[in-house]
């Protein structure tokens, strides 16, 4: 338990945040009737892909149903990934939402299924719930006693020498019925200096790992200073008894349970990365601790979400095991994007729709997508421009509405901070037809790309010329 406490606590970190292809994406924009709005969350346009996302998204928060797959299907640039982000979003953090692309399982050191399984228990929550001891109060005074080296240094602060561990104190909590003084030993100090608790501040103690929570600054303090930061939680004064039982919820996956009990440096792994094969055995027994903790009531299992992208560069052995995987009464629900029609499954010599094995393709539900129309180029477009800070004027956003119909929504999406780069070189506050202009001459896009590649085809090296490898093969024969 001390592990999963820990495991638990390492999620609270801050997380930076950075601008991605995807970070504008905050839903599914539907309403409360599982109707999708037309601009929504970072969602524009693809109302029935995105109705129907609506249903799997219901589907998954009941948790009943095991062992169902989706198929994104649709071609590139058509909002897949941004469905399957709406989707992770939608469930929130408590649901597991893992993701994958399928190229990455042949470029690890792990075994194509040891890879898939890691990723199935990866997408797979365990709430555990346990019930601890805690003293919850509002802090009426906090007196630390310095060892007597500390006094004699002069000064209240202790010299470099001296540590929190030679220190003792009193700290005084109260509640709306009671108040008590505690003993403080030099660990107790140590948290409570780097929670920085002061008098005023309602705090929660963890008896039995001293960890200290600062739950806010109490409501009947509010007035001891004219200015508080923006961030400064004002609370009541905690009621009844200080000590309490409390019943604390970890959420963690399988796959981090797997690999604190199959690693020598257990909870480090996880951060390192190195999780390695993990045998069996492990796996069942982990199976089975969690089958009696959900039978004894102190755990509960989460369904979550497997995204895996690319889902053609599969191979028939990764399709197979699927098949059986999805037959788990643990399996997550399995979300798969592809942007392929009729091709080869990866290796063998038989051509499929999407590339996928007929009895895979079988147990789908396909969702399909389609081209974007000028209108919702133009609202992603706005939403882009916003998520990025980029100003652009009226006429600029129109051409590059018009550049995106011609040439492709991604190309058009780079050109925004590109052309955000020449507007400031020329000094200027907001982009203008003219940036969009000299950016679109720098950077080409597919088909331009294709067709200067035909002109200068014989410039570069190995070029294979039609005509020419003719002529070759009929001088050798």
């Not at 995987?325 to 499954?345: F, H, Q």
Request: glycine content about 8%.
């Amino acid at each position: 338990m001390a592990e999963l406490k820990r495991l638990s606590e390492s999620r609270d970190l801050t997380r930076i945040e950075r601008i991605g292809a995807h970070s504008h994406i905050r839903g599914l924009g539907l309403d409360s009737s599982l109707e999708a709005r037309d601009s929504s969350e970072g969602m524009v346009g693809q109302l029935p892909a995105r109705r129907a996302a609506g249903l799997i998204l219901q589907l998954i928060r009941q948790g009943k149903i095991a062992g169902r797959a989706v198929l994104l299907a649709g071609q590139p640039g058509t909002g897949k990934t941004a469905l399957a982000m709406g989707i992770a979003k939608s469930l929130g953090a408590e649901t597991p939402f893992a993701s994958v692309a399928a190229s990455e399982l042949f470029s690890l050191d792990l075994s194509k299924t040891e890879a898939l399984t890691q990723a199935f228990r990866r997408s797979i929550g365990v709430r555990i719930k346990e019930e601890v001891e805690i003293i919850e109060g509002e802090v009426v005074e906090i007196s630390i006693d310095r060892p007597v080296s500390a006094a004699a240094a002069g000064g209240s602060s202790a010299p470099s020498g001296v540590t929190a561990a030679g220190k003792t104190g009193r700290l005084t909590l109260k509640t709306t019925d009671m108040e008590t003084v505690y003993e403080l030993g030099g660990k107790m100090i140590e948290a409570l200096g780097k929670e920085k608790v002061q008098s005023g501040d309602v705090v929660a103690l963890d008896k039995a790992s001293g960890k200290v929570t600062k739950l806010g600054r109490s409501i009947g303090r509010s007035r001891d200073y004219d200015a508080v930061g923006p961030h400064t939680k004002f609370v009541k004064c905690p009621e009844g008894e200080l000590q309490k039982r409390k019943e604390v919820v970890h959420c963690v996956t399988l796959h981090e349970i797997d690999v604190i009990n199959s690693r020598t440096q257990g909870f480090l792994a996880l951060f390192t990365g190195d999780t390695g094969e993990i045998r069996a055995e492990v796996r069942e027994q982990i199976d089975t601790k969690v089958a009696e903790w959900r039978e004894e009531g102190k755990a509960e299992i989460v369904p979550g979400v497997l995204f895996i992208d690319e889902v053609h560069m599969l191979d028939i052995e990764c399709f197979s095991f699927l098949n059986r995987a999805l037959e788990n009464d643990m399996a997550p629900i399995l979300v798969i994007a592809t942007n392929r029609g009729i091709t080869s499954i990866r290796g063998t010599n038989y051509r499929s729709p999407h590339g996928i094995p007929p009895d895979f393709l079988d147990r789908l539900l396909i969702i399909t997508t389609q081209a974007y129309a000028e209108d919702d180029i133009r609202k992603i477009l706005d939403i882009r421009c916003d998520e990025e800070d980029v100003e652009m004027s009226a006429d600029a956003k129109v051409l590059l509405t018009k550049i995106g119909v011609e040439t492709s929504l991604r190309y058009a999406i780079h050109l925004i901070t590109s052309a955000a780069l020449a507007c400031q070189k020329r000094k200027g506050k907001i982009v203008e037809m003219e940036d969009i202009s000299r950016v679109y001459q720098l950077f080409l896009d597919v088909k331009r790309s294709t067709q200067y590649l035909m002109e200068y085809q014989s410039q570069y090296m190995f070029n294979e010329v039609p005509g020419e490898a003719d002529g070759d093969d009929a001088m050798q024969s």
